[in-house]
Each structure stands twice: as C-alpha cells, then as structure tokens.
C-alpha cells in the first residue's frame, strides 16, 4: 500500500468530518474548519500529482455498505478531483464573506463539507456501486443547498431537484441490479474486460440507458434538464458555483465511465449520445438568450456547456481508435467550464451580496467602475465564448475539429455524412448563441446605465468596497486563470489533457495546431453568429425602451406543463384506483357478509370520502356500545376460518 | 448453556409485569427491559433443545437457532427502546400498558424459541391477544373498534394458520422446524393448499395482503410507543411464522416453482405497491407509517418467497432494517404529537425549527427505509433484487422495478415531511420545544443504528448467507 492510495479515503473522509466539526462546533472554529478543510483537500489532490499515477493506486473499505467500497486514482479521476478541490477551496474563501450575515451557517457547512467529500467519492469509485453510494450521498446533501435560503422559489427549485435526484439515483440502481446480474460484478475495471463480449446486447444497452438515466438527469441533460435553471439559481452564489461547476461533472463523471468502459468505442450508443448531447447544447443556449436573470442564464449556460461536453463524449465513441482529440476536447471542456463557472457565479454572488438582486433591469450597471468585477465578467466571456486567447478557445476547437474529423472519416468511405453537417452547424450556432448571451450579461452589467439615475448613483457610490480584498483576490486569480491557461496551452492544457487518455484508452496522442486558419475560422463563424443574434435578436426584439423582457413562452415549460402534472396527478390517481381497487376487495367481501348475516345496512355501510377512517367502521352515535357488534365480527371472523377448514378437511 | 434457560427471559417479565401493575416505577420497568434483553443475549449460548410436555405427542418445544437468535435480539432491543420512550409519552395508566406490553414481548420471545409448530402456534395466539389491550389502551371509541379489528383479522389469519396445523401435522409427524424442511418428498396439492393457507394467514400479521386491512386502523389509534412496536415488531411475528412455514416445514425444494409461490410472489408484490401508493395518499402521519409498514414488510415476504440464497439474505436484512427504520419513525410521529399534539402531516409544517432532532432522526431513519445509500434500507433492497434477477432471469427485473417504484413512493410520503419540517422559510416563527432523555436517547440510538448497520452489515450479512446454506 503506498501513499497515494491511502490518501484516497483522506480525501473523501476528511471533509465528511470537517463538516461534523462544523455542525458541532462554536462560531469561531466552525469558520476556520470551513475553509481549511478545502485548502487541505487542495493540497492533497497536489500532493497527489506529485507522487505520480505510474503505481497502481487503490483503496478497498471491504464489506463497508454490504458490497465493500472501493477507490482508485488515474489521470482523469485526478483532474476531476483538481477541478473538485478548486472550486471548493475558491468557493469556501469567498464564502468567508459573501455568508458571513447568513442564517443557518452550521448547516450549510455541515452538507457543503459532505458534498464535497461525496463528490470527490464520485470521482474516485473503483467499482459502479461505490461510485452509486457517494452519488447518493452526494445528491441529498446538496439538496440541502439548494433549499438553504428557504423562500418559495427555492423550495420549489429544491423539491424539484430532490425529485430528479431520488427518481435518477433509483433508475441508476436499476440499471446496476442489471449490470450485476449480468456480469456478477459491478467493479469498473472488470465491466471493462467483460462488456464487449457480453452477447445479448438489447439487455446491455437496456442496462446502460438505465444506468446512465441518473447521471443524465445529474448533468442536466436535455430532457432531464428541467430542474436545473431553477435550482442553481436560487441557492447561495458559494452554492450555485459547485452545482453548476462540479456537481454537475459527477454525472457527467458516470456517463464517461459507461462510456469509455462499458461501450467503449460503440458507434450506436454515441450516435444516441450526439443527438441528446446536441438538443441539450442548443436549447440550453436558447433559453440562456431569453433569460433575464443573472443566474439563470449562466445556469442555462451551464446546461448548454454540458452539451458540449457530451458532444465530445459522442465523438470519442465514434471516432474510435482517433479519439484524442474527441477526448483532449471534453476534457479540456470540463476543466474550462468549471473554471468559468466558479467565475462567473463568485461575480453574481459579489453581485447579490451588495444589491439581494439578480434581475437584469434592476441589477443593470452595477459593474461600472468596479475593476476587478469587469475583469471577472470579461474573462468568463472571453473563455465561454470560446473567443481565441482564452481557454474556452482550445476545447472548443478540438470539439469542433472531431466532429470535422469524423466528417472526413465518413466522407472519405462513402458513407452519409449530412446528420453530421448538421451537428456541426449547430455546435457552432450553440457557439454563436454563449456569445450573444454572455454578451447581454455583460454590458448590462458594465456598460450600460441603469435606467433610474439615482439607483446608478447608489451603485457608484459603493466602488472601491463593494468587496473584501480577499474575495476580489478570489474573483481575480479564477478571472485571470483563463486567459493564462489559453494563452500557454502547449504549456498547461495539452499536458492536462494528456492525463487523461488512460482512461479513455488512447492509443496515440494528438498534436492538434490551436491558431491555424481553418482552426481559427471556426471560431470566427461562432463570434459572427453570435454577434449578429446579439445586434439583431437580443438587442432589437428582447429589449424594449431600455427594458430587458422576458420573451420566453410560459408554456414552453416541460416542468410545469409534462412532469409535474404526469409524476404528482395523472400517475398517483391512476396508482391509488388500482391500489384502493385491490385493497379494498376483501374488505368488501367483509361488508357484504355483514350485511347478509346480519341484515343490517347501517352497520356495513361507509360513505367512502366522508372521513379519514375510510374503511373503517362509521362513526356510531353516542352512547350505543361498540363492543357487541365488533364482538359479533370478531367471532364471525373465527368461524370464517373454521369454515374453511372444515371444507378443506372434508375434501381431503 | 441448556436450552431451559431460555425459559429464564421467557418468564421473566411475567411475574414482574404483575408487580409493575401495582406501581409502574420508571427505573425499575427500565432495568427490567435492559436486563431481559441481556438474557437474550445470553441466550445465544443456548445450545441443544428443551421440550416440556404438554400434549401426548405434542410438547412444547424450546431451541434456539440462528434465526431465532437474530429476532430474538432485535425484538428485545426494540422493546427496550420504545419502552423507554413510552415513560415520556404515557399519562394515563402506565402501570397496565407496561403489563401486557412485558407480557407481548414475552410471547414475542416465545415466537424466537418455538422449536415446533404447536409451540410457535401458542405464542403467536397469546401475541395477538396480549397485544390486543395496547391497542385498545387509550379507551376511545375509535381505538375499541381498531382493537376489534385488530383481533377479528388476527384471529381470522390464525385460524387460517391452524389449518395449515392440522393438515402438515401429520404429514411430518409433529410439525417440528427442521432447517431444510420437515416434509421428505414433493408436497400434494392439500399440503401446498394448506402451505397457501398459512402463508395467508401468518401474512395478515405482517400486513400482506389480503389481510393487511387492520394495520391502517390499529397502528394509528394505539399510543405511539405501541404502534411502534406493532409495527415494526410485531409484523415480524408473521413474517416468522411464514420463514418457519417455508424453510423449516416444507422447505425450499418443495415450494420452488409451485403455484403456492407464484401465489405468494404476487400477493406481496402487489402489497408492496399498493401500500406505498395509500401511503402517498394518506394524511394522517401515523396511519401514513402504518401503510408503509404493509408495504416495507412485503418487501421481507417477497425475499423469503423468492427461495434463494441472496433474497433470504435480503429478507432478513430488510426485516431488520425496517424494524429500526419503522420504530424510529413510530416514535418521532409519536414525539411530534405527545409535544405539540400535532397528527396530520400537513400540520407538522416548520415543524424542525421547534423540534430538530426528532426530525432528523426521522429524516435518517426514512432515507434508510427509501433506500438511499449509505443508510440500512440501500444495502437489503440490493440483496433483494438480486435474488429477483437470480431466481428468475427472466422475469426477475419486475421484482425489482416493483421494489424502486415502491421506493420512489416512500421518497413521496416520507420527504415532503422533511422538507417541509426543515425548510419553513426564514421569518418562519416557532418556540423550541425541549425534548426529555426518554425522547431523545431511543430516536438517537435507532438512527444511529440505521446508518451503523447500512455501512457495517457484514458481520450480519454472513451470519445470515451461512444460515441461508444451511436451509436451502
């Protein structure tokens, strides 16, 4: 047993106890807890790269939770568990302000800490069930989270996110019974020996839909996405910034781990994985456009930005053996995302911490003259946008060119390739689309003047300590991080990404030129796209006298209009009539008998909705003795059953 | 150690609930529940068996075996628990609730120890009747008429039981529990009858279907400590009589494939759904528990009818994991309403404001009974599907779908409780309420439990995969 794999349990127990030391502890320990505890995380999760991947690194709890857990590191896992400690060391130090006047703080702590022990339990699983565990515990303790500020929005959001939580955790289990069943074990490294030779592939692909349903719904994958604009915005900006940063990479996290290990290299399942990945990706960008609410959009934006991912998860499938790009692509893409992400929600927050808005209209021109702010905002564009020199730039790029690549693939062999051009155009007017709506966030916020004058005094007045130094410091260093990591991408980028061929079994390496003409052009069409949306779209149809409108249809609500409906009225009447129906049957029976034998219909009569004592005896007036009739049933009942005895007896 | 000593917390609460009814003295009530689940604990070194006559060719029948000794333990552990929480809740005539209630966990135990059908029998007899006045223990109108119920679905599923008695007894001559079954050969359609009929009835104690009717009307009118252990101990009397009925009679071999488990798969499926479907409908909380509790403990029966080594495990881990589940979540709706009087759901709104630790505990406790890893109820559900899929390859995922939408239904009538209960909103007002050691130690321990044994269940996981060797 070396270092590294005792590490792993370090770093998904030690948060748990963190968040207990939280819970219990007074005021003054409890602050320092819920910032050290992330920073130790960081400094394992580095200290973990510096012992290197090359030995085999694995962590067994045997028998812990029936099955035994179990945890293992490679390339992968480890980026996911930088990006992880990153945001949680980032979030926990703005934290520091931006909850300082907040209610319940023990609380919050308490299941921030556990999330982030969960979440990098998600990231670390050896084996489906582990990872299923933490997932679980993962999903309830961030509902709390979400519920945190308790106002009807927020539970509404909370219940929602709850209910896809436990509906998406219970799907997975199901798909793992499957898994289980059909190859007796649930380890990931042997699924991975025993899958493709699995013979019944109905049953397997049925398995894996199943088991991927939880991770979708995780992910915010279009049409399990409906919860999530509703639930990042409305949690604490700390809170908002991990949703949408990592939480959402641990579904994503369960997709990669199907997909490079169970359908490894499987055209059929990323064709699906395209299509999906696609709507996801345009519709999340098309609602981020319509939306006026800070967070809202950048939660749209999120959803959009996961399609993006699954485009390069698709990709790697179908490209097979010349996945590296596919696969630096999505990687790189995770990586950016949360980056930006923790960014762009520490600015919202900084936002909602002076002004308890988060309203376009009446948050408009908060930027202006706040530095630190502008450069957040414009960095988070810049990356997101995918605009060369910033991060966003490379990962899309590699996107874009594997679904090229695939085109030529498909070309050079004769067969259609048109679905594929589409696909193309829609990555880049997806593209197009995060441009013309993180523009809209931005000179909102730092251009234009707010439409009352005095209110833009009122936010004037508040540069220079809108902030403490150490959230602006916060602010600044992710800002800054994106057009460092862009601009040194063969320094820093490729060689993360690197990492994590491993485990996508990359056979060899891909050496893609960033800043080439055609590389470039791509980019040049998505700022085109985008440029026109915002100048012919945004500015013209969605504002009005300077006013920014939400144009969005309410109808177009899959939430309110399909799943509520169908999960809380058309499925539980149609469940309680078969369930009434078949429960009642012998009680029935009883009150018929009732009624012959005793020729007495007030005893066996019950109106059915007229108490809670449904089937249940009526009410008898005052003063008239219960005993003797229920006596009068007792005995019937007893003799019911020597009845029965005695035909039986007679038959034998 | 001989197996007379198992007479020793067999009779031990007899005389001293007849002294308790005099004066119902706290500490000694307490000592005497601790005590006598140290006996059993001690029993589990009881080796051999010990008969006492009774009938010429009948007596009755003292042993102790492993499945003996997993219940014996826990009923004597729940007892203790809810007994204790009972000194806080009680007003009204401790001194003859604590009377039957000693004397029901000493039929309980009897049920543990019975080494044949004739005594199992007897004791599951003076179970219903003993546990009868706990029912009744509040006096209404309502709670006479639930106790009347109680006993008419009781007596009706014992009688059916007793026919089972008298068609098994001669075909094995004595009808004693011997692991693997008592009956040579394939069983005649009479014996697979009376296999249905006693299945059938010992299923009406544990709230299968079709006699699972009193539950909802019973457990919600006696005081919460009783429906505590009605529910979450007493269903298992049943759910015993059937595992002695399967395993220890006519074993697995004969029953694998017959109509009587087709029967009997069907019947507790569908109770498992249909109780967490009037469950989710159900307002009241504690009847709302109650009709959980048909559908939690067919989980149990489906285990045991799937005739396997891992739906057996399943079984008996579900059987033990709900009662902790079920008995915790008794006795917080019994804390919501001994200190605030509160009885429907809707009313406990904001109700972990005043109120936080008997929430979650029943949080935990109802995740655990969801089956939300890392809590107990994750770790049976897991066992209990793969029986499915192993017992049937290709019909063993409707078990299993069956088993999660149950599951998603427990999430719909157990969270909105707590999330409601958790999150009023910030100006919501409340005055803390102050809960006694009585409350707060059984719900503490219960929910600690829950989490304990969904992380550690190995020692109890192959126990029970040993036992399931010897028997099947």
Known sequence: ?652 | MTALYLLLPLLLPVPVAFLAKRKAEKRSLITLMAVELALVLLGLLCRGECALPFLPGMPILLRLDAVGKIFSVLFAAMFLLAGIFGFEYLHEKPERYYLFYLLTLSAMLGLCYAGNLLTFYLFYEAMTLLSFPLVLHEQTEASRRAAMKYLGYSLFGAALALFGFFVIYPATGGAAFVPGGALQGTAAPLLLAAAMAMIVGFGGKAGMMPLHDWLPTAHPEAPAPASAVLSGVITKGGVLGILRTIFYLYGADALRGTWVQWAGLVLALSTVFTGSMLAYKEKVLKKRLAYSTVSQVSYVLFGLFLLNGAGFAGAILQAVFHSVAKVCLFLCAGAFICKTGKTRVEQLYGIGRSMPLPLFCFAVTGLSLIGIPPFAGFVSKWYLAEGSFAAFPELGWIGAAVLLVSALLTAGYLLPVVSKGFFPGEDFPYEPIRCGLCIRLPLIGLACAALLLGLFPTQLLGWLSGLAAGIL
């Open chain 1, 1 to 652: 047993m070396n270092l590294s794999s005792i590490l792993l349990p370090v770093l998904v127990l030690l948060p748990v106890l963190g968040g207990l030391v939280c819970w219990f502890a007074g005021k003054r320990l409890r602050a320092l807890t819920s910032w050290v505890v992330p920073t130790i995380e960081l400094l394992l999760v580095i200290l973990l790269a510096a012992l290197g991947f090359a030995a085999p690194i694995r962590f067994d709890f045997p028998g812990v939770c029936g099955l035994g857990l179990g945890f293992t590191l490679d390339g992968l896992r480890w980026i996911l568990c930088l990006m992880g400690s990153v945001l949680w060391f980032g979030s926990a130090v703005f934290g520091q302000e931006y909850l300082a006047h907040a209610e319940h703080k023990s609380r919050y702590y308490l299941y921030y800490l556990i999330t982030e022990g969960a979440t990098l339990g998600v990231f670390l699983a050896a084996d489906l069930y582990t990872l299923l565990v933490c997932f679980e515990v993962m999903s309830v303790a961030s509902w709390t989270l979400v519920a945190h500020e308790e106002t009807p929005g927020a539970m509404k959001a909370a219940d929602s996110y709850l209910a896809f939580a436990v509906i998406g955790g219970l799907v997975t289990l199901m798909g793992l019974f499957m898994l289980q069943d059909m190859f007796g074990t649930v380890d990931i490294a042997r699924l991975q020996a025993l899958a493709p030779g699995y013979e019944n592939r109905t049953r397997l692909y049925v398995a894996g839909a199943l088991t991927s349903f939880g991770f979708c719904a995780k992910c915010g994958m279009w049409p399990l996405h409906t919860w999530l604009p509703a639930a990042h915005p409305v949690a604490p900006a700390t809170a908002s910034a991990l949703l949408s940063g990592i939480i959402t990479k641990a579904g994503i996290f369960g997709i990669l781990v199907l997909s490079a290990k169970v359908f490894l290299h499987d055209a059929a399942w990323g064709n699906v994985m395209l299509a999906f990945a696609m709507i996801t990706m345009f519709t999340g960008a098309v609602l981020g456009v319509f939306s006026t609410n800070l967070k809202r959009t950048l939660a749209c934006s999120s959803m959009s930005q996961i399609g993006f991912i699954l485009t390069g998860v698709a990709m790697s499938e179908l490209l097979g053996e010349e996945s590296a790009g596919a696969v630096h692509g999505l990687t790189l893409h995770m990586l950016n995302h949360s980056l930006f992400k923790l960014t762009l929600f520490l600015a919202a927050g900084a936002v909602f911490m002076n002004l308890h808005e988060l309203e376009l209209n009446r948050i408009r021109g908060f930027g202006r003259g706040k530095p630190i702010l502008i450069v957040s905002l414009l960095m988070g564009l810049w990356g997101l946008a995918g605009i060369p020199g910033g991060s966003g730039y490379i990962s899309k790029t590699l996107l874009h060119e594997s679904i090229v690549e695939y085109i030529e693939i498909l070309e050079e062999s004769g067969r259609a390739f048109g679905a594929y051009r589409a696909a193309e155009w829609i990555f880049l007017v997806s593209g197009g689309l995060t441009l013309a709506y993180m523009l809209k966030l931005f000179i909102a916020l730092c251009v234009e003047k707010n439409a009352d004058p005095r209110r833009q005094k009122e936010f004037d007045s508040m540069n220079g300590h809108w902030c403490t130094r150490v959230s602006g410091a916060v602010l600044l260093c992710c800002a800054l991080l994106i057009p460092a990591l862009g601009c040194t991408v063969y320094v820093s980028m490729d060689r993360i990404a690197a990492l994590a061929e491993p485990f996508f079994h990359v056979e060899e390496s891909a050496h893609v030129d960033y800043f080439t003409l055609g590389n470039l052009k791509g980019g040049a069409i998505s700022i085109g796209i985008g440029l026109a949306v915002y100048l012919l779209f945004v500015r013209p149809v969605l504002m009005r006298k300077g006013e920014y409108l939400d144009r969005w249809p309410a109808f177009l609500n899959l939430e309110d209009g399909l799943y509520r409906p169908l999960l809380l009225k058309v499925l539980p009447f149609l469940g309680t009539l078969a369930a009434r129906t078949v429960g009642t049957l012998l009680e029935v029976l009883r009150k018929g008998c009732c009624v012959l034998l005793y020729q007495n219909n007030h005893n066996g009569y019950v109106h059915p909705r007229e108490n809670e004592r449904f089937t249940v005896y009526e009410q008898l007036p005052e003063g008239t003795r219960g005993y003797g009739a229920s006596l009068n049933f007792s005995l019937l009942m007893f003799s019911m059953g020597l009845v029965i005895i005695l035909v039986f007896l007679f038959l034998q």
